[in-house]
Nanobody
Framework: QLQLVESGGGLVQPGGSLRLSCAAS????????IGWFRQAPGKEREGVSC????????YYADSVKGRFTISRGNAKNTVFLQMNSLKPEDTAVYYC????WGGGTMTPNEYDYWGQGTQVTVSS
């Protein structure tokens, strides 16, 4: 059973940066599409970014385009989300999710495996 663990969240000032990691134990993530999602209090979970399992194509929500970058690690069991120029509205719990042989989608229901989430708070 694939298990995902997110890390790298924390408190950062507006304009700052964080790098989130999504790691799997005992599995390579190369065969999975990986999505990053976030959920703020009182709001629905929304897709932030994803990378597909086929050609490495990446996708971003309009709200983070140009500020966030998704990438696969050299170790093949980690995917990163580099977040720059953070804004207070980026505050949320961030989750990574995996879709076997997936093409990449920003729809939460299409992912089979989820991590437990990591809190990101952007505040001065």
């Amino acid at each position: 059973q694939l298990q995902l663990v997110e890390s790298g969240g924390g408190l950062v000032q507006p304009g700052g940066s964080l790098r989130l990691s999504c790691a799997a134990s005992g599995f390579t993530l190369d065969y999975y599409a990986i999505g990053w999602f976030r959920q703020a209090p009182g709001k629905e979970r929304e897709g932030v970014s994803c990378i597909n399992s086929r050609d490495g194509s990446t996708y971003y929500a309009d709200s983070v385009k140009g500020r966030f970058t998704i990438s696969r690690g050299n170790a093949k069991n980690t995917v990163f989300l580099q977040m720059n120029s953070l804004k207070p509205e980026d505050t949320a719990v961030y989750y990574c999710a995996a879709q076997p042989w997936g093409g990449g989608t920003m729809t939460p229901n299409e992912y089979d495996y989820w991590g437990q989430g990591t809190q990101v708070t952007v505040s001065s």
